[in-house]
């Protein structure tokens, strides 16, 4: 399975933004997904991961403000960012977790440029 993040832009802080995560294939048997960020020249951080049961993970400097889901009909995850602040500057992916490890190859992440 392959998995394509979409979604980004360049949004003043405050605001909000939907990321989306399509599947080429069946995510319904896919136990945890989750969606990672990545600023230049620090490592790409685990942001949240949903189960196939629904539960949640939030990293603390986005937990109340962030909202993971998935829609196994539409085989897309979504990460809807709000109150959004210039420090949520960066490439954000998605893929399949293990723990906090991706399963699969990096695919092309999403720019996401909050303006202060």
């Known amino acids: 399975v392959q998995l394509q993040a979409s979604g980004g832009g360049l949004v003043q802080a405050g605001g909000s933004l939907r990321l989306s995560c399509a599947s080429s294939?069946?995510?319904?048997?896919?136990?945890?997904l989750g969606w990672y960020r990545q600023v230049p020249g620090k490592q790409r951080e685990l942001v949240a991961r949903i189960s196939s049961g629904g539960s949640t993970y939030y990293a603390d400097s986005v937990k109340g403000r962030f909202t993971i889901s998935r829609d196994n009909a539409k085989n897309t995850v979504y990460l809807q960012m709000s109150s959004l602040k210039p420090e949520d500057t960066a490439v954000y992916y998605c893929?399949?977790?293990?723990?906090?490890?991706?399963?699969?190859?990096w695919g092309q992440g999403t720019l996401v440029t909050v303006s202060s």
């Open positions: 294939g069946s995510i319904f048997s896919i136990n945890m």
């Open positions: 893929n399949i977790v293990r723990g906090v490890r991706p399963i699969l190859s």
